[in-house]
């Protein structure tokens, strides 16, 4: 059963049987897969403001009940089945179905994602945001000490997870394995910046032709541009971005691990300028 052809029962039925009649449901458009750490935030706040555009928001139990644009319905949530999936996507049945959308940063690096996607929504487009991964790694960190959930240096953190990268989760990590290891790679700070195992891992399941991909940097960089591109991608009328917002304060990475991290991602950042066949411009990660 795809998306589509699901029937409005699951989580948030109560809700659809109130308005039996009156909702209709309708697939996603397009999905935003991450990276992490990358401006997806800012990308879906964006889009959301867009007319046409609806993105999805649940509830959430993390301490407290609280919503959220984070779904992650085809990784760890995907035993709550395409009902409560398609309940996130109702509209008035009077009015056309806008462009719905979500936004779950976990599906790029998971490799379960790919296939269940590709079977369950065999049209939907998806966005993909890629920073420069020395910066996207130290960004994780902070996020993770902001957060509560380490104390740890970011040096100590940097020797633990390079160690357990030679040690055999990198080999396996770029051979695509399955194993809970590789699963759970979205949690360590160094795996989740090798961008091109996981886009080849996508591209065997859904046509290359369905991924917009950009940079971060070139997101603020050339912002007007970089959104334009999308709007077409999405084949979205024209819709102002509106002003960027203001630079958080940011504490700089130590040298030390900056040297570390642009001598671990140089291969692989070549890989990934191969396979996308431009330059990324992340020689070295900015000061």
Do not use: C, K, N
């Given at each position: 059963?795809?998306?589509?052809?699901?029937?409005?029962?699951?989580?948030?039925?109560?809700?659809?049987?109130?308005?039996?009649?009156?909702?209709?449901t309708a697939p996603p458009r397009f999905l935003i897969l991450g990276a992490q750490?990358?401006?997806t935030t800012f990308l879906r706040e964006r889009l959301d403001a867009h007319p046409d555009v609806r993105m999805a928001r649940r509830w959430r139990r993390d301490g407290r009940w609280r919503r959220t644009g984070e779904i992650h319905y085809f990784g760890r949530d995907y035993a709550f089945?395409?009902?409560?999936?398609?309940?996130?996507?109702r509209h008035p049945r009077w009015r056309p179905a806008p462009c719905f959308g979500e936004k779950s940063p976990s599906y790029l690096c998971d490799p379960v994602v790919p296939e269940r996607v590709a079977r369950d929504l065999p049209d939907v487009r998806m966005l993909v945001l890629l920073r420069n991964p020395a910066e996207r790694a130290w960004s994780h960190h902070r996020l993770r000490v902001?957060?509560?959930?380490?104390?740890?240096?970011?040096?100590?953190?940097?020797?633990?997870?390079?160690?357990r990268w030679h040690d055999g989760l990198g080999e396996r990590f770029m051979a695509d394995a399955l194993d809970r290891e590789v699963r759970s790679a979205w949690r360590n700070p160094i795996a989740r910046g090798v961008y091109a195992?996981?886009?080849?891992?996508w591209w065997k399941h859904v046509p290359r032709d369905r991924f917009w991909i950009?940079?971060?940097?070139e997101l603020f960089s050339d912002t007007a541009s970089t959104w334009r591109g999308l709007l077409e991608f999405l084949?979205?009328?024209?819709?102002?971005?509106?002003?960027?917002?203001?630079?958080p304060p940011w504490q700089a990475m130590p040298p030390d691990a900056r040297e570390r991290l642009t001598d671990f991602y140089r291969p692989h950042v070549e890989d990934l300028a191969r396979l996308l066949d431009r330059d990324l411009g992340w020689g070295e990660p900015p000061g």
């Open positions: 059963m795809t998306i589509a052809e699901a029937p409005r029962s699951g989580w948030g039925a109560v809700a659809t049987r109130l308005g039996r009649g009156v909702f209709a750490r990358s401006g089945g395409p009902e409560w999936y398609a309940s996130l996507f902001r957060t509560g959930r380490t104390t740890a240096d970011f040096g100590r953190v940097l020797e633990r997870e390079l160690r195992p996981q886009l080849r891992r950009a940079t971060t940097e084949e979205l009328p024209h819709h102002p971005l509106g002003e960027l917002p203001p630079r």
